[in-house]
């Protein structure tokens, strides 16, 4: 047996020590990995950026839209959970372990995230600002690696970052619900939602880059989405796909674009690669100092994005 | 019953020992209690939402690193010429601390489904009515966000007592893990 030589006493009681929990979370922001340069959002794309600040000074309505979109939430969420899978640390825990490193990458609350059976390749997300669930495409499991899906996640949590959901919900319902009821009284607040969905799809095609951590995957997962074959993929000539978009720029029905909530993909291929170049991402991807401003980066994506003009 | 199972008494200092982890984590459950309240009134709900697991999680594996190292010091004093106490734990101090703190994510979902439905209501009938009388339809679409706005304070208030609440919860459980750990180091040292 043990000989004791000693007095318990000789035992001092350790303390609490720091518990500041706004300093914790100042830290934590300074830690995370997708905060370069020191600024939070500093990736997001200029135009999406002041749009939403618009939306922000029209906080009652948000407050009322997030209420209904709650509303829809639990009625929706019950259906889900019907006939969806929820990924969780025991269902699917390697696809559960990419949306916990895009949540660590973004610095977001890991999101609830469910696989729906569709043959199509597509992924959403919905809820509120507060509260959002990314809905995944069975298709995108089968067709995607996991740099390609961490790149999908990413996208989707970068709606989550930038507060996008609760619009994005609310475009949802507006399209599907509302539209059928209002019928052209619902068109000027589409096309409105329509125009900045269509700039916070580039901040998140960016936010899928920095969650892969290389721009790669990220294109390879814009293109995929193009083709929606993984056959062809091999063969792709990314430049010939790009140049479609000159092509298309020559044609009046460049204009239906209006009517889409998503940039044309040789866009979004185009400004992800601009995007690429910027200062922030080559310091994230650990490519090393130099690279473009943000400001001049989102110069040139106007230009690729816009559609009139 | 094997000879080895037989539970042997257990010398005074290390009762002692154990009396006072045992104190020490009635304190440390006390004090978080104490100060937690405060704590989340300083913070927004997203940001409790957010980052409350993880600052239990990070308060509770820096205090119990720190419990745990003064525990093995503390043995190594009382067993001063006996260099097996110093290696009689087969958990190093990290071990304890962290295996307990992965565990701590509260949860703290409120329901604010009754005042949303209000809003709903209120929206639907206020578009419904706003072409039949404009000044009807036009309260009810003012009412709103008003509604909305009071439904936001309630529900942040009920999630911060919500977050309190399952946090102590969450760390009740890890304490007691914390505290097994600490008398399991403690009867091994006996042994």
Redesign the interface.
Known sequence: ??????????????????????A??RD?ARRRPGNVLGNDHGYAYVSDRNTRATFQRLK??E??V???V???K?VGKAELLGHAVKIGPRQFPRVHALVERCAETL???VPTVYVVSNPHLNAATYGT??DAFILVNSALMDHFSDAELLSVIGHECGHIHNNHVVYLTAMHYLTNVAGIV?RNLAVPALLSLRAWSRRAEVTCDRAGALCAGDLEPALRALTKLALGSQKLYEELNIDAFLEQHSEAKQSLGRFGEVFSSHPWLPKRVLALQAFAESELFRRHAGLGPGGLGMAEVDERVHEYIKVIG | MSAEAVP?AL?P??L??KA?VA??LA??RR??GF?LPA??E??S???I???LG??LE??FR??AD??N???Q??LS??????S??RESSPTSSADVSRSDSRRMRPNFEVS??A???S??AA?ALG?GTLFANAAVGGLFLLA??????F??ERGDRALRQRAAESAMVALEEAVTRLGAELERLIDD???
């Not at chain 1, 043990?2 to 929990?21: H, I, K, P, Q, T």
């Not at chain 2, 709103?144 to 706005?149: D, E, K, R």
């Open positions: 047996m043990l000989r004791l030589s000693g007095d318990a006493s000789l035992f001092s009681v350790a303390s609490l020590g720091e518990f500041d929990f706004p914790f979370i934590r009652p309505v407050l009322a997030s209420a209904a709650r509303t829809f639990n610095g977001i609350p600002n507060e209002l | 042997r010398p200092a290390l002692a020992l006072k104190l020490d304190d440390f004090e978080v100060r704590a989340l300083s913070v709900a997203s940001e939402r957010q980052h993880p600052f990070h308060v820096e205090w720190r419990e190292r003064e525990v010091a503390a004093v009382l067993a001063a010429h006996d097996a106490a604010t489904f005042l949303d439905a809003v709903v929206l578009v709103a966000p008003t509604l909305a706005a439904g936001r040292v006996a042994r």
